[in-house]
């Protein structure tokens, strides 16, 4: 059997091009510099694959921001604005992921959203009628003769035209299907000339048949590749899915003169009874996604082996990761601090591409191999989470009443109104200020032990005394200490939270050169001690106004991190939600009138199938939610924050969370969740982002003003709240400042006028 990745990690080992990158956005290196950094890094890669033993090797799968991105580029789906820039190619480019403000003009970036059920992100390509989809670029020719002429020989991969075509926005009349002819003969085109480079295998992603497909999708689907396999010459063509099952096409597809399908055995609930009950074509090859491309524990060998002894029945078959490895971190090796009990359950990319040459080598010759086999086994045999029964008892005995709030909405609007006396239209912002670098080496110069904690403490007190002080001075009205101590929004509670474990290098991209680090869930989950009470209880000393409280909600931070596999995620949140309410209710004790608890991630472990949604999830995560703040007072004022604004369609469970402010963004999706809102009288106060945090342009005024007049053609405005879309910490001082004067000008002019 072969092997073979859908992708890898392109940040590279110790985030190489993030960096890079970033130099790059800060002049301090030159293009050529940045393309070099590129090529080294995919060299460095495939030399690593090839290494690793892997048979199939993708390009293509590098990118300097966003490989959705680098195909609507390829096919020259470049909206007029960023044309008209006439910036170089690259320029252009990062003017599309990250909006332009300088002498050659002024553009927004284009939106970004969330790729799939996961917690990357990608650019959003925007469609006009008079967009024309045709080869026009390089970068995959390139790639593929870059690695040629290292020896190796690649499999391209590129976003299908049905997904790309399926996630794009169109601002005219025209809709996917008028593209799909240009489409079809743009990738003939593509398909050709890799061909002609000696280019053997191709891989299309098609992930979006994963997703509900109505059957005129599915029959869209199929006339686009009956035309374009009939064009596609003497390459060999894999379709490539993941992140679930195709049930609704899969006739379809092992119908279609496909030379591989690539299907998802993690997450695909289906997919094995799929085989089963419809078979699979002979003269394809299957390309079993049997590795988790996702999560970082090992794989239990003994069950993937029988698992592949089923499919060997159906044909030929390679061996391959459930997705692409670009959602789990690089790799083990640099985990010093991590003890070898704890490391043996853990396989990054780097160590899953060993998994899948040890499964090659097992079956290949098992004889050979037994040691293998036995060392991973005897590794399921043990227990290996930490357990505290007294946390299972806890979510055990949660009742009805655990997870509802009195009294209603409406009548804690009234006595907080009385109490906060806020005038209309508040301002707030969603809690970081920048995260400059001063503010970074602070924290590492305590890690490292450089500085004392008293030293470490007075810095961030000073910063917080700084940031309040900036506040006040423009006029917001209600204030942030500005998250100055966290390094991120999970890991920075996780670490005062039993059952959590943490990495030193395991990041993870998240959308172009931000990463995360997920800790990870090594047992049950409990508080050890209060997390941010005392830098909240400072920052409210400093002012009369109030001081908003700031934590991570417990689906997030589940979201956020790398979960246990032997318990339910319900269970797993509801210990999380537990251990967060001890924080919000110790918060409240300690003079904190306001609390925000982020849900930044709710929406992005929503099952991608409509039909699980509620079952499989909403049903125990709103819950967890309501069962956070469920025991505070009337008068205190729970707010929430939610990133991006694709929730119209879970819009009343999002109310359901029963919080009393809501803040998310809406400004990068030109407000159309306002619509939605409305639709259903949403309860919860909103604020729904007046500009994008994004990009560092600076909104003006009048800017703001027009949105905010926006919200308040849909909106009450006594429902309504102003504040940037989300938190600033990725985000320079100067335009931070800048924009928020202006957000404060720009909502006291609109309280004049109402
Ligand atoms: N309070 C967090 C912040 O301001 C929220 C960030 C987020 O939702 N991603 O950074
Ligand atoms: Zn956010």
Partial sequence: MKTSIIGFPRVGELRELKFATEKYFRKELSTEELEKKGKELRNKHWQLLVDQGIDFIPS????????????????????????????????????????????????????????????????????????????????????????????????????????????????????????????????????????????????????????????AE?????????????????????????????????????????????????????????????????????????????????????????????????????????????????????ETGLSKTVTDYFA????????????????????????????????????????????????????????????????????????????????????????????????????????????YTDFNKAKIAECVAFQEEIGLDVLVHGEFERNDMVEYFGESLDGYLFTEKAWVQSYGTRCVKPPIIWGDVSRSNPITVAYSKYAQTLTDKPMKGMLTGPVTILNWSFPREDISLREATLQLALAIQEEVLDLEENGIEIIQIDEAALREKLPL???????????????????????VKPTTQIHTHMCYSEFADIIQDIDNMDADVISFEASRSNLTILDALKAIDFQTQVGPGVYDIHSPRVPSVGEIETTIHNILSKLAVEKVWINPDCGLKTRGVPETEASLKNLVLAAKKVRGGV
């Fill in 60 to 215: 293509g799968d590098f990118s300097f921001f966003d490989t959705t991105l680098d195909a609507a580029v390829l096919l020259n789906i470049v909206p007029k604005k960023y044309q008209a820039l006439q910036l170089s190619p690259l320029e252009t480019y990062f003017a599309l992921a990250r909006g332009y403000q300088g002498a050659s003009g002024d553009v927004t970036a284009l939106a970004m959203k969330k790729w799939f059920n996961t917690n990357y992100h990608y650019m959003v390509p925007e469609i006009d009628d008079d967009t024309e989809l045709r080869l026009v670029g390089d970068t995959l020719f390139t790639a593929f003769n870059e690695a040629k002429e290292a020896g190796i020989n690649t499999r391209p991969t590129i976003i299908g035209p049905f997904t790309l075509l399926k996630l794009a926005t169109y601002h005219g009349t025209k809709r996917a299907v008028d593209f799909y002819e240009d489409a079809i003969d743009a990738y003939a085109q593509i398909f050709n000339r890799l061909a002609k480079s000696g280019c053997q295998w191709l891989q299309i992603d098609e992930p979006a048949l994963v997703l509900d497909l109505s059957t």
């Fill in 348 to 455: 990054f990319a780097v160590e899953k591409l060993a998994e899948l040459n040890d499964l090659k080598q097992i079956i290949a010759n098992k004889q050979s191999n037994q040691a293998l086999l036995n060392t991973n086994i005897a590794l399921f045999t043990q227990e290996r989470f930490a357990k505290n029964e007294q946390v299972a008892q806890q979510v055990n005995a949660l009742t009805e009443q655990d997870f509802v709030r009195l009294p209603s909405l409406t009548d804690r609007a009234v006595v907080q109104k009385d109490k906060l006396k806020l005038p209309i239209l508040p301002t707030t912002t969603i809690g970081s200020f920048p995260q400059t670098k001063e503010v970074k080496q602070n924290r590492a110069k305590f890690k490292k032990g450089e500085i004392t904690e008293t030293q």
């Fill in 218 to 334: 599915v029959q869209q689907f199929k006339t686009i590749y009956q035309k374009l396999l009939a064009k596609k010459g003497t390459v060999k063509v894999l379709v490539q899915t993941y992140f679930g099952d195709v049930r609704d096409a899969y006739q379809e597809l092992i119908d279609l003169p496909f030379d591989g399908l690539g299907l998802d055995f993690v997450e695909g609930r289906k997919t094995l009874n799929l085989l089963e009950k419809y078979g699979f074509p002979e003269d394809k090859t299957l390309f079993a996604g049997i590795v988790n491309g996702k999560n970082i524990w090992k794989n239990n060998y003994k069950e993937t082996l029988a698992l592949l002894e089923k499919l060997q029945s159906f044909g030929e078959v390679v061996l391959n990761t459930s997705c692409s490895l670009l959602h789990v971190p690089f790799t083990l090796a640099n």
């Fill in 609 to 631: 199938r409509q039909s699980d949604w509620h079952s499989e999830y909403l049903d125990w995560a709103i819950p967890a939610f309501r069962l956070v703040h469920s025991k």
